[in-house]
């Protein structure tokens, strides 16, 4: 019959009064140890079990994430020294392999997105093209007035830049992609193109080409030297110009 007694406790057992279970003034062992495991289980499932850091930061074993082995070509771990930094205060919190390889993991994700960013002039052009059309298609939602806005704005801007001065390139690249500008251009084009002098034969919106013409000439005679044979010509050009549009 004895060997049904609960089994005395271990003399050097203290479990923590919170897993103390009692019946009575007695302690219940046996309840107490269930509890202890059952606390031990909660904390193994938050927490994992046998991971653990290691005894010290040279025992972390990083190596270069395969996924990512093409966008972190040529880095080496054991050479990093911020790497090493960052080791040194992770074990110091706990930091185990599995958190460490985790976070290399990481790293190699977020340079390849950066890489993805990295777009080459072309392709930043292309975007803001495709931003802008986005944006204007808002605006002038029928295809035909889309194409017959564009123009007009087109036209605008190659007056504007020969009234500036500045090469129509020069001139695109820095506002032809903004939708506001483009609409202000398109919506003065037309009045641009009502000033023709008096005694003229040009239709409204000849102006525009004829001014951009002008632009054009002016430019490459002014880039030749004084003493160049083709500058001649380029008067000629100029000149001829001009009579179409006053002519007699």
Sequence with gaps: MSSGAAPAA???????????????DEVDWQATARKIDEGRSHLEKRMGSGDVPPADVSGYK??????????????????????????????????????????VSEYGRVMAAMKG?????????Q????????????????????DKNVGLAYQ???????KLGVDYAEFD?????????LRLAAALAPEMGEDTPQGTDQQPG????????????????????????????LVKQISEHYSKRYKG
Excluded at 10 to 24: H, I, M, S, T
Excluded at 117 to 125: H, N, S, V
Excluded at 156 to 162: D, Q, R, T, W
Excluded at 173 to 181: E, R, S, V
């Design 10 to 24: 271990p003399e050097a057992w203290n479990a923590p009064d919170k897993y103390l279970v009692k019946n009575g």
């Design 62 to 103: 990083i190596e270069v994430p395969a996924d990512y082995a093409e966008v972190l070509a040529g880095w080496d771990p054991a050479a990093d020294e911020s790497l090493k930094g960052f080791l040194e205060k992770g074990h110091k919190l706990g930091m185990t392999q599995g958190v460490a390889d985790l976070v």
């Design 117 to 125: 960013q990295q777009l080459t002039p072309e392709q930043q052009a």
């Design 127 to 146: 975007q803001a093209e495709d931003a802008a059309a986005k944006a204007l298609s808002e605006v002038w939602k029928d295809q035909g007035e889309f």
């Design 156 to 162: 605008a801007g190659v007056k504007m830049a020969a």
């Design 173 to 181: 690249a820095a506002l032809g992609n903004n939708p506001m500008f």
């Design 206 to 233: 000849d102006a525009l080409d004829w001014e951009a013409k002008r632009a054009e000439l002016v430019a490459q005679r002014d880039a030749l030297p004084a003493n160049d044979p083709r500058r001649t010509q």
